[in-house]
């Protein structure tokens, strides 16, 4: 009695000594993960003289968390002590947290269909268990690579649940982090201004936090996002700034990512060889992390300064390299950049066949993830209008509940609970007369996106075959003219001036096609450089004249900031609508028209001749003035 006297409250200050360095650490992992993975050895030496498997089970998950991102084979070795563990465990919810680490260390390594598979698993163990820690922190894993797959409405919709998790439970450091990883899914949907926003929300609370780790992760995204919008000066500040923090607080992978931020602001700003230096660098420091995708975005990065110093025997296995990677990945928008750096390559080393493969593979990949980003955002939009319908009828479902309890309580007054009911009616009518036309609202605008080029601000694709597809409707006694326009030697402004350089030419263009017409012609871009001009009510001879008329008007474009003395031109196809024509056939028809005026020189009209029509003969300009 006397042996159990002593021992059992030395047994009971040893788990609670184990226990508190566990949180700690836990605390410390977003502020210094060395303290992080200190505390949680020291956990273990308790552990070892207390065995608890609950604590021994969390004090690993730290460690593999630690290790995941530097040493895999320690991480491993940590997987597998907490795996065998778990029979002795009484938190089942612990089972979640090794499959996440386990998830997040195949993610490092490139594994990310093993990976999904893990966390999926997490996600439904947790919920089975009611463990909302564990369940918060596989979600919000799980959101990431949802995310990083181009699945952003799945992934938006994970990291919300756990941002709602980590507050319910009290843990606002984390709940912080998973507003970031919210942050990341728009800014991989395009939204970098909004990304950029939420980056620097997050970056001075996890400042004034002392969650230095963390703020050194949101100062690489801002600078991302910086990046995307073209603002260099304040990229490379973001990026030396997450390097600096990175190299204090000794974390090699935020370091590389970092250093692999300037080589690319260096790549853009015209310094091939500042960049390559900087990636020998980055290069080193990514040997100490098993980061699969890191690896991938240097290669991609090198190989296009070696490109740019016209080096491409040297840029093409580095190119080859990321590509593996980030198909595996399925990273579209890495992928697509990959592939217009590959035919760069290959047009210089003259295998113009792979240069003219590479070139539509790139196409091919930015058309899918723009009308990837595209649904996302229409998805992601529902998640978030649910998310707020679901806030809002929790708050009716309270104030109906008080309101019950109350007349409940109040029986004898039957005039005051009368007026109650009255006033909760009329209020519960109002909420649900918002709700109707703020989702109204949401399915116009959505709808809007729908049928606009995001690039141009014109109607897209679908926009214009559908209005093409109602005059066709209207029967054969309508003439419906079309004019398929195609900005000649385009690809020419994105490889000389750069693909920035060529959206700005795309949106001059398309604001003087809108100013150069009226109702009824409706245009819209359908793809690349190539537009569709729908002319109701317009026979052959009439659309051939119009045709005309924009192609002298297009020189007039002043791009002289951006393309010095050059002139853009356009090569054009005609075509009326003729019996039971429909739209592919009319566009079919357009596109030989279209073909034909190329093949003539460019800059010049064309027009089917399908129908015994005539028409002024098209003069075409050759030569450097038309390129």
């Given at each position: 009695?006397?042996?159990?006297?002593v021992?059992?409250?030395?047994?009971?200050?040893?788990?609670?000594?184990?226990?508190?360095?566990?949180?700690?650490?836990?605390?410390?992992?977003?502020?210094?993960?060395?303290?992080?993975?200190?505390?949680?050895?020291?956990?273990?030496?308790?552990?070892?003289?207390?065995?608890?498997?609950?604590?021994?089970?969390?004090?690993?998950?730290l460690?593999?968390?630690?290790?995941?991102?530097?040493?895999?084979?320690?991480?491993?070795?940590?997987i597998?002590?907490?795996?065998?563990?778990?029979?002795?465990?009484?938190?089942?919810?612990?089972?979640?947290?090794?499959?996440?680490?386990?998830?997040?260390?195949?993610?490092?390594?490139?594994?990310?269909?093993?990976?999904?598979?893990?966390?999926d698993?997490?996600?439904?163990?947790?919920?089975?268990?009611?463990?909302?820690?564990?369940?918060?922190?596989?979600?919000?894993?799980?959101?990431?690579?949802?995310?990083?797959?181009?699945?952003?409405?799945?992934?938006?919709?994970?990291?919300?649940?756990?941002?709602?998790?980590?507050?319910?439970?009290?843990?606002?450091?984390?709940?912080?982090?998973?507003?970031?990883?919210?942050?990341?899914?728009?800014?991989?949907?395009?939204?970098?201004?909004?990304?950029?926003?939420?980056?620097?929300?997050?970056?001075?609370?996890?400042?004034?936090?002392?969650?230095?780790?963390?703020?050194?992760?949101?100062?690489?995204?801002?600078?991302?996002?910086r990046?995307?919008?073209?603002?260099?000066?304040?990229?490379?500040?973001?990026?030396?700034?997450?390097?600096a923090?990175?190299?204090?607080?000794?974390?090699?992978?935020?370091?590389?990512?970092?250093?692999?931020?300037?080589?690319?602001?260096?790549?853009?700003?015209?310094?091939?060889?500042?960049t390559?230096?900087?990636?020998?660098?980055?290069?080193?420091?990514?040997?100490?992390?098993?980061?699969?995708?890191?690896?991938?975005q240097?290669?991609?990065?090198?190989?296009?300064?070696?490109?740019?110093?016209?080096?491409?025997?040297?840029?093409?296995?580095?190119?080859?390299?990321?590509?593996?990677?980030?198909?595996?990945?399925?990273?579209?928008?890495?992928?697509?950049?990959?592939y217009?750096?590959?035919?760069?390559?290959?047009?210089?080393?003259?295998?113009?066949?792979?240069?003219?493969k590479?070139?539509?593979?790139?196409?091919?990949?930015?058309?899918?993830?723009?009308?990837?980003?595209?649904?996302?955002?229409?998805?992601?939009?529902?998640?978030?209008?649910?998310?707020?319908?679901?806030?809002?009828?929790?708050?009716?479902?309270?104030?109906?509940?008080?309101?019950?309890?109350?007349?409940?309580?109040?029986?004898?007054?039957?005039?005051?609970?009368?007026?109650?009911?009255?006033?909760?009616?009329?209020?519960?009518?109002?909420?649900?007369?918002?709700?109707?036309?703020?989702?109204?609202?949401?399915?116009?605008?959505?709808?809007?996106?729908?049928?606009?080029?995001?690039?141009?601000?014109?109607?897209?694709r679908?926009?214009?075959?559908?209005?093409?597809?109602?005059?066709?409707?209207?029967?054969?006694?309508?003439?419906?003219?079309?004019?398929?326009?195609?900005?000649?030697?385009?690809?020419?402004?994105?490889?000389?001036?750069?693909?920035?350089?060529?959206?700005v030419?795309?949106?001059?263009?398309?604001?003087?096609?809108?100013?150069?017409?009226?109702?009824?012609?409706?245009?819209?871009?359908?793809?690349?450089?190539?537009?569709?001009?729908?002319?109701?009510?317009?026979?052959?001879?009439?659309?051939?004249?119009?045709?005309?008329?924009?192609?002298?008007?297009?020189?007039?474009?002043?791009?002289?900031?951006?393309?010095?003395?050059?002139?853009?031109?356009?090569?054009?196809?005609?075509?009326?609508?003729?019996?039971?024509?429909?739209?592919?056939?009319?566009?079919?028809?357009?596109?030989?028209?279209?073909?034909?005026?190329?093949?003539?020189?460019?800059?010049?009209?064309?027009?089917?001749?399908?129908?015994?029509?005539?028409?002024?003969?098209?003069?075409?300009?050759?030569?450097?003035?038309?390129?």
């Amino acid at each position: 009695m006397l042996f159990v006297a002593v021992c059992a409250p030395a047994q009971a200050a040893g788990e609670k000594s184990a226990l508190s360095l566990i949180e700690h650490g836990t605390a410390a992992m977003r502020a210094n993960p060395e303290e992080s993975k200190q505390d949680a050895e020291r956990a273990l030496d308790v552990i070892r003289r207390h065995p608890d498997a609950d604590l021994e089970i969390r004090a690993r998950l730290l460690l593999c968390d630690y290790y995941s991102e530097r040493d895999p084979d320690a991480a491993r070795q940590q997987i597998d002590a907490a795996n065998a563990l778990l029979p002795q465990a009484r938190r089942q919810g612990l089972r979640a947290g090794v499959l996440t680490c386990q998830g997040e260390t195949l993610e490092s390594a490139g594994d990310n269909a093993r990976a999904k598979a893990d966390f999926d698993a997490a996600v439904s163990i947790a919920t089975a268990a009611n463990d909302e820690q564990m369940l918060a922190e596989a979600l919000f894993s799980r959101g990431y690579l949802r995310a990083l797959q181009g699945e952003y409405a799945s992934g938006m919709g994970d990291a919300r649940r756990s941002q709602e998790l980590f507050d319910r439970i009290h843990m606002p450091q984390h709940a912080l982090t998973v507003l970031s990883t919210i942050a990341t899914i728009y800014n991989r949907m395009g939204e970098y201004t909004q990304a950029a926003r939420i980056y620097e929300q997050v970056q001075s609370q996890q400042h004034d936090a002392g969650l230095r780790r963390d703020e050194a992760v949101s100062l690489y995204n801002l600078g991302k996002a910086r990046q995307k919008l073209g603002e260099w000066d304040a990229a490379r500040a973001g990026f030396s700034s997450c390097l600096a923090l990175s190299q204090e607080l000794k974390y090699p992978r935020g370091e590389a990512y970092a250093l692999l931020g300037l080589a690319s602001v260096d790549n853009a700003t015209g310094d091939p060889n500042g960049t390559l230096g900087t990636l020998a660098r980055a290069a080193e420091l990514q040997r100490q992390t098993p980061d699969a995708r890191l690896n991938a975005q240097i290669q991609l990065v090198r190989g296009t300064a070696l490109q740019k110093l016209q080096r491409g025997a040297e840029a093409l296995p580095a190119l080859q390299q990321s590509e593996a990677v980030f198909k595996q990945a399925n990273s579209l928008d890495e992928l697509g950049a990959t592939y217009d750096e590959l035919a760069i390559v290959q047009a210089q080393l003259g295998d113009w066949q792979s240069a003219y493969k590479y070139r539509s593979e790139a196409q091919a990949a930015a058309e899918k993830l723009l009308h990837n980003q595209l649904d996302q955002r229409f998805a992601a939009l529902k998640v978030e209008f649910d998310t707020a319908t679901k806030e809002k009828e929790n708050a009716l479902l309270l104030g109906q509940s008080a309101a019950d309890q109350k007349a409940l309580a109040q029986e004898r007054r039957a005039n005051t609970l009368q007026t109650i009911v009255i006033l909760l009616s009329l209020m519960l009518l109002g909420l649900l007369t918002i709700l109707v036309l703020h989702q109204r609202r949401g399915a116009r605008h959505m709808r809007a996106l729908a049928m606009t080029d995001e690039l141009t601000g014109a109607p897209n694709r679908r926009a214009v075959l559908a209005h093409l597809a109602a005059q066709l409707e209207q029967g054969d006694e309508r003439m419906c003219s079309i004019l398929l326009i195609d900005i000649d030697y385009f690809k020419s402004i994105n490889d000389l001036h750069g693909h920035p350089v060529g959206d700005v030419t795309l949106q001059h263009f398309t604001t003087k096609l809108r100013d150069a017409i009226a109702d009824p012609a409706f245009f819209g871009r359908v793809g690349g450089e190539e537009f569709v001009m729908v002319l109701p009510d317009t026979d052959l001879q009439d659309a051939h004249l119009f045709a005309e008329r924009i192609r002298m008007l297009v020189p007039s474009i002043d791009l002289s900031r951006w393309l010095g003395g050059r002139r853009i031109t356009v090569s054009i196809g005609v075509v009326a609508s003729i019996g039971a024509d429909t739209v592919t056939t009319m566009l079919r028809r357009a596109d030989a028209a279209l073909y034909t005026a190329k093949h003539a020189g460019r800059n010049c009209v064309r027009t089917d001749l399908a129908v015994d029509l005539e028409v002024p003969t098209a003069w075409c300009e050759t030569g450097t003035a038309a390129l």
